[in-house]
């Protein structure tokens, strides 16, 4: 047996000719670089978002940092996030010279606790990133009024949620900018790396569509120094083939998920996610919590099985050397020794969920990890 946490290769079977076109057709058209295919892609994402603009980059990180200093974040100033995310969330805050601020997460859906956040405002705070995590959109409402309260910029980090929603809203719509990843693996993947920033101000769309051309709305008529972050026209058409199936793949994950949560609910040694009323959550990942400290244990037993997982984050992004904050976040501290992503993707049968399950189940109640 075995099973991936994540592929490809049904898409790829299904996809596979439609895209070889798209592609071709791009290599006969010569339009590499900043081509009519990723206008096209902008316009169709903003228009499926409902967001005004939609600015393709070159990956999630880029779309972090550029999302930033186009809201006008910089050296001096804090940015509230969550230190249960990947590295590039609070990367990006230090990259344009601003200091992340590490706040606990709610132990339900692993996002934000946004409760805490007022607590950690000051003078110096200009902006908080909200990761809705694994594909769960983090409660929004509460965190705008904080915002319009201290007039702080709200940068989504969507980089695990794309087409997810927040009462009705697609996540990366509701803040300031929304920042997206197009890694392969997403819910929105291409063959390569890639990224899109989103607003519905006119001011920072125009700044992040200068710096993502080294600060130039002209060329060679360069105004601020900014970066060579463009999407490529190649991974634009592959992008826009699969966004015409995203609202369909999400289902798919939502199929998977609810059938690991039908034959684990009421096991006493797993906590499994929940979806709180006001999100569609598009299960980027399917995370439970092990109980007992059996986490690790579980986790080789699967990958003898030939079962693939993944531990996200095994390192909070604040104990990091790089940033060694000296702060208590204790449910961040739980999540990081009991959390396990199982395998999930569209196209993932109920047969190979059962089997997962199974050999879960037959683990956990055996007194083989004793």
Known sequence: MNIPLFTTEEETKLLKEEILNEVERVIDSGKFIMGPDVTEFENEVSTYLGIKHAIGVNSGTDALVIGL?????????????????????????????????????????????????????????KAVIPVHLYGHAVDMDPLMNIADKYDLKIVEDVAQAFGSDYKGSKVGTIGDVGC?????????????DGGLITTNSDEIAEIAKMLRVHGSKKKYHNEILGFNSRLDSIQAAILRVKLRRIDEWNEGRKRVANKYIEILDGNENVVLPKSKYYTNHVFHQFTIRVKNGMRDSLQNHLKDEGISTMIYYPVPVHELPLYNHDINLPITNKLKDDALSLPIYPHMSDEIVEKVVSKIINYLRSDSYV
């Open 69 to 125: 200093k186009a809201a006008g974040i910089g050296v001096g100033d804090e940015v509230i996030t969550t230190s249960f995310t990947f590295f590039a969330t609070a990367e990006a805050i230090s990259q344009v010279g601003a200091k992340p601020v590490f706040v606990d997460v709610e132990e339900d859906s692993y996002n934000i606790d946004v409760s805490l956040i007022e607590k950690q405002v000051n003078e110096n705070t």
């Open 180 to 192: 997206f990843s197009f890694f392969p693996t997403k819910n929105l993947g291409a063959y390569g």
